[in-house]
């Protein structure tokens, strides 16, 4: 690992001052689970310093008011896990913050490292971009808001600027009719990046028909957004597997058509159909997530 410079920032106020006087030079250390792998890997590129923002206490916690969930962006994947107000309110969120790494990587990384890190694996990107969250992001001139579906440029690029930094994620809660799920499909059943994923909201009428229907995918299309091609089919019907089979390859259209046909099209095109199919299976079954082993 290259050398670097080190600065230890207590509140976020000193964080943007030290992003702005550096012009781009600096990289930001919340969890690290991310960045210290990077900065190890051979050829890597050094920032001149590093700007760690993991003691600055604003940043922590999930809390509810207004009709609007509030997460900080320290919040570690285990405590997203565990939170009975985030099983409550974004039920997939909780579930696939548990299903991501290790208990070692959970109890270390950051929900907003995951957020800015970009990477198409994310496992917490598709529930927020089906939560329609914003994401407030603070320099020393100020702070701006941006829906997280408008965030993300392409893999591991953001509209982030290099002087600011991520305070907040906010989403409404999901409506009590509402059923979410998560499904990632890895090479194994633990410590497992994932290959493919998918967040799924169902709500339901009064008559059993579905009122609302919610699908992103993860590691399909080159940036997370809902496939409303295939939440479109489902509205107005009543639940049932060969309709949620429908979406599914629905859902695949819309990925080829996106993202063209690559090596990986033929592996991904019926996965991903069987992954939307089982993901508003588990949501019409209330179940609030389902975690598979990938083939070989």
Known sequence: MKPFDYVRCARIEDACAALAELDGAARILAGGTDLLLELRRPGAVAPRTLVDISRIADLGGIAARDGTVTVGPLTTHAELSRSELLRRAAGFLAAASGALGSPQIRNRGTVGGNVMNAATCADTVPPLVALGARLTLQSSRGRREVPIAEFFKQPYRTR??????????????????ARSAFVKL???????????????VL??????????????????????????EAEDMLVGERPAEALFAAAGRRATEVMIGTAGRRWSTEYKEPVLAVLVRRALEACARSEPAVTLEASQ
């Not at 982030?160 to 009719?177: G, N």
């Open 186 to 200: 890895g090479r194994r059943n633990a410590v497992s990046i994932a290959r493919l994923s998918v967040a799924a």
């Open 160 to 177: 982030a600027r290099t002087d600011e930094v991520l305070v907040s994620i906010a989403f409404p809660p999901l409506p009590a009719a």
């Open 203 to 228: 709500a339901l009428d009064p008559r059993g028909l579905i009122a609302e229907a919610r699908i992103v995918p993860g590691a399909a299309l080159p940036v997370w957004r809902r496939i409303v």
